[in-house]
């Protein structure tokens, strides 16, 4: 048995990972923020009020929080920045991890630097959040991150963190080219966790319309796709009215969130990725089949070789319009892609099985 620590949150993957961990016997605690308004369980909380003394409290609720963050056989960061400080003030609290605890793994799950860096260098995918082909993108958000991450004290906490842990993991294809040939010594690749709700359905509702559901994160919207997808997917139902509903979720809180996807049967996310991350293997485990990123890389580095559940789209206005049009006129389709959504989440994903994966490979680095 070991007595786990997991700091931060990233759609609901650390909440998740500790539900799977504990089901093996294993002692452990979430800290976090409950990733900002998405509000995920955790059993201490360490949200950020606003303002300066929203900073000066969490620091003052951290400090007296350190001796509960101490003795531990394994601490995961979800990401360099794995409390909502200044990345300046982010280095004393790894050291202090690193030298009361046996062994801490980073978590790449996201935004960092060596996402940013190596998408706008290297370029290892043939587009990303930062690059289609050779060409670097130029939105707000884009250059937005890449100012924040590049020549920052971000990189260098990042860098820091990467060079001294024992381990880094990797959720989603993406991540894992960026940093395994950096650090391939220490980084493994494992897939999300995801559990399993009680009342998933492979059956489609017997209903004459198709019905497509899309999340609208104003912040993000251009940096994800979104504004495409949606663009995509308004014109395709003023096509197809009869034939074609659409759902559009706006920024709400991630129970109301739920309900919305729960009745539909495809749900448009992340343009611009090779794989699905939380979001999109959450609605396949529902039954919801997903239109996104589903490219080869992804069914690789899973060693799988049958199921392909995933509506993948090239990352253009064009693919998404192609691919929703061919969903609306085959609705047909949707049974098998709904059954094989389900069966790539058990397959892959199950989150007593991930969990088995971290404890692996925790053991072994």
Partial sequence: MMKILLLGEYSNVHNTLAQGLRQLGHRVTVISNGDFWKDYPRDIDV????GKTGGIRLMLRLWALLPRMRGYDVVQLINPMFFELKAERLFFFYRYLRRHNKKVFLGAFGMDYYWVHECITRRPLRYSDFNLGDTLRTDLPALRERHDWIGTAKEQLNRMIAADCDGIVTGLYEYHVCYQPLFPAKTRFIPYPVRMPDD???????RSKVVFFIGINHERSVYKGTDIMLHAAMDIRSRYAH??????????PFDEYQQMMDHSDAILDQLYSYTPAMNALLAMSKGIVVVGGGEPENYAILDEQELRPIVNVEPTYDSVCH???QLVLHPERLTL?????IDYIKKHHDFVKVAMQYVEFWSES
């Fill in 337 to 341: 892609l709904k059954q094989q959504s």
């Fill in 47 to 50: 949200s950020r009020q606003p």
């Fill in 200 to 206: 998933y359905s492979t059956q489609r509702a017997k």
């Fill in 323 to 325: 691919e929703i049009e």
């Fill in 243 to 252: 034939r074609m509903k659409l759902l559009l979720a706006e920024s709400v």
